[in-house]
């Protein structure tokens, strides 16, 4: 059974960092793509950043570049994405999911998704 467990989350002031952490289990996702989504109240999920998890290529959306780094374990079977100059706006729910093909940036090519965990940044 493919799991996907987001943990990190948390309350945090504007300015401030988190890490969030993606342990995958269940298969083996070397061929995989991981990426990190994320859903605020009232809007639609939106692309945050991705890693090839064979070649650990990485994907940003502008909104967090610079900011953000996504990385992978491979022995842990786990993916990182850390947050750093973290803004209001970032406040959202954060998906981990796995993607065996397809642009890295569209959630309909993403075949698993774990539950996410609740990033809230304070101003």
């Known amino acids: 059974q493919v799991q996907l467990v987001e943990s990190g989350g948390g309350l945090v002031q504007a300015g401030g960092s988190l890490r969030l952490s993606c342990a995958a289990s269940?298969?083996?996702?070397?061929?995989?793509?991981m990426g990190w989504f994320r859903q605020a109240p009232g809007r639609e999920r939106e692309f945050v950043a991705a890693i090839s998890w064979t070649s650990g290529r990485t994907y940003y959306a502008d909104s967090v570049k610079g900011r953000f780094t996504i990385s992978r374990d491979n022995a842990k079977n786990t993916v990182y994405l850390q947050m750093n100059s973290l803004k209001p706006e970032d406040t959202a729910v954060y998906y981990c999911?796995?993607?065996?093909?397809?642009?890295?940036?569209?959630?309909?090519?993403?075949?698993?998704w774990g539950h996410g965990t609740q990033v809230t940044v304070s101003s």
């Open positions: 269940g298969r083996t996702f070397s061929s995989y793509t």
């Open positions: 999911a796995a993607a065996l093909r397809g642009p890295p940036a569209i959630a309909t090519m993403y075949n698993y």
